[in-house]
């Protein structure tokens, strides 16, 4: 309130020096004087106005943000994988939403090591956190320490994560029933039932299991399908790495039409492996991924060897733990287990 005096005393203090100055004008400037006090005039009640308005808009915006439930709530929003472009987008997603309720949010990552995100949970539990959001990690790799939460009455959403007891929340896609769209899509429309397939995985997280759960019983109904080889794929550089695996398969699997396709269980390792084809000219080779990223919809739209994916709702999953969060602290009651957001098949079709 006193720098809105001072702004005020300071708009006045202008306004009137426009009035002593044109007193001051000679003969010629007579008819021009009263336009200048009339515009310095204005323009200072213009000004005072909008600055009433804007703090007026503030002190609202403050007033809503500390009128929420999770206004200064201490949250810890935790993942072993922000280099994923993906669990980057949801970590994010969930630290503006929060923040906007007045939150204050920590984003610890620990860089694909499960060992040091079971220490820095315990870190969190015994500072005092209000709430843990796990992004991208299977809570079965650090329920010893989820139970220090649980235990210390500590609330544990996920957000594409599995769910164990204790936990309230997990917001996620149905995995299988992506893995199983994605897989039938490959195996029925793009190869005709037969061929040979490379299965690029990384089974540590839980939603790409459930996907890998899918192409494990559904390759079983195709006989005229092989399974040349499946190989893991770390999580810090997948694209990389793909390309590379992708190239060494080639390399082993040189003849034309050796490898039909290549199913990637999500779609970075899939953009990897449609750059080693691209580099080999391999072009009869179908790669399909599943996520729906950007850098993936618009291969599919220029045409490249990756045909499809099955476009997760991030953002979506991101909205779900955060109202589910609000209605926690408020008090309500919440439906605990997994809760989906809806997904999409993508091809050259439909991809924008």
């Not at 164990?164 to 793009?190: C, H, K, P, W």
């Not at 990384?202 to 299991?209: A, C, D, K, L, Y």
């Not at 990223?293 to 045909?307: H, P, R, T, W, Y």
């Not at 499809?308 to 999953?317: D, H, L, R, W, Y």
Request: with cysteine; aromatic share 6%; charged share 25%.
């Amino acid at each position: 309130m006193k720098k809105m005096r001072n702004f005020l005393t300071l708009a006045a203090a202008a306004a009137l020096t426009g009035i002593l100055l044109t007193g001051c004008s000679t003969e010629a400037d007579e008819t021009t004087a009263p336009k200048a006090e009339t515009a310095a005039q204005t323009e200072a009640a213009s000004t005072t106005e909008k600055a009433s308005e804007d703090a007026a808009s503030g002190e609202a915006d403050i007033k809503t943000a500390d009128s929420t439930a999770l206004a200064g709530k201490k949250i810890s929003v935790m993942t072993p994988y922000l280099t994923s472009v993906t669990t980057n987008q949801m970590a994010g997603f969930i630290k503006n939403n929060l923040e906007a309720e007045g939150a204050e949010v920590f984003v610890i990552d620990t860089a694909n090591d499960f060992a040091e995100l079971a220490s820095r949970i315990e870190d969190v539990v015994s500072s005092g956190t209000d709430g843990i959001v796990l992004v991208s990690a299977d809570p079965n790799q650090v329920a010893n320490q989820l139970t220090e939460a649980f235990d210390a009455d500590i609330p544990v959403f996920g957000c594409d994560s599995g769910f164990i007891d204790g936990m309230q929340v997990n917001a996620t896609s149905d995995n299988y029933q992506m893995g199983e769209l994605i897989v039938r899509y490959l195996f029925d429309d793009l190869m005709g039932g037969k061929g040979t397939v490379i299965a690029l995985t990384h089974r540590p997280h839980p939603g790409v299991v459930k996907r890998c759960e899918a192409f494990d019983d559904i390759i079983k109904e195709y006989p005229d399908i092989q399974l040349i080889t499946e190989q893991h794929v770390p999580a810090e550089q997948p694209i990389n790495d793909a390309e590379e695996i992708t190239a060494n398969l080639l390399t082993a699997n040189p003849d034309k039409d050796s490898v039909t396709a290549i199913f990637a269980a999500w779609d970075e390792p899939a953009i990897g492996a449609a750059k080693a084809l691209a580099e080999a000219g391999r072009d009869e080779v179908i790669v399909t991924g599943v996520d729906g990223n950007e850098q993936a919809v618009q291969m599919i739209k220029d045409g490249s060897c990756l045909k499809a994916t099955v476009k997760q709702n991030f953002e979506g999953m991101a909205d779900i733990v955060c109202q589910q969060m609000e209605k926690y602290y408020a008090g309500e009651t919440i439906e605990k287990g997994e809760m989906y957001a809806p997904a999409e098949l993508i091809t050259q079709e439909n991809a924008q």
